[in-house]
């Protein structure tokens, strides 16, 4: 999966309605982020497919695959089962509509008419937590790696140790080769 410029996050938009694509698109526009646009739940699971998203705005009425089954899907797939997804209908839905939509792992459900401010907000919160996620596996990169070397160096100071000539070297061999065996169990 391709990912976006370091400060962008791609939004995946879906709707088989152009002006609905268009009137998102200008909702989401001040968020300056990279919207990819689908007009059914199949280019959809292409889209996510090919590259990372922060959120899915999916509509659910849409002739072919819904939104319900497109979103199922998308929970189905290991690559794209943590994204959240906000379904978007025009249909007053009920409670076993919304329950169904809860169901298949929507994180959020908007009713059109949707404010735009609303919209941008809920959108801006899982922006943010994407971003978090993405800080938090560079820094878990970031540990591992240093675990690593810190690994390697122990295994240096040990093969040192037990060559060594000094009284007790062995002994001490032997602690540094626990740490290093605790420290390996770290990363």
Not at 134 to 145: K, P, S, T, Y
Request: aromatic share 4%.
């Amino acid at each position: 999966m391709s990912a976006p410029a370091p400060d962008r996050c791609n939004i995946l938009v879906v709707d088989d309605m152009e002006e609905n694509l268009l009137a998102l698109e200008a909702v989401l526009g001040p968020l300056h982020q990279r919207l990819v646009l689908a007009r059914s739940g199949e280019e959809a699971l292409k889209a996510m497919l090919r590259q990372e998203f922060a959120v899915v705005l999916l509509d659910v009425v849409m002739p072919g695959m819904d939104g319900f089954e497109t979103a199922g899907a998308i929970k189905r797939l290991d690559q794209t089962k943590n994204v959240p997804i906000i379904l978007v209908t025009g249909v007053n839905p009920d409670a076993d509509y919304t329950y169904r939509g809860y169901a298949v792992g929507a994180a959020d459900f908007l009713t059109k008419p949707i404010d735009p401010w609303v919209l941008r907000t809920k959108v801006n919160v899982f922006l943010e937590l994407h971003r978090k996620k993405q800080e938090l596996a560079a820094a878990r990169a970031g540990v591992g790696e240093r675990v690593a070397a810190a690994v390697a160096e122990l295994g240096r100071v040990e093969g040192l140790l037990r060559d060594s000539p000094v009284p007790d070297a062995r002994e001490l061999a032997e602690r540094v080769a626990a740490v290093r065996r605790e420290v390996a169990g770290l990363g």
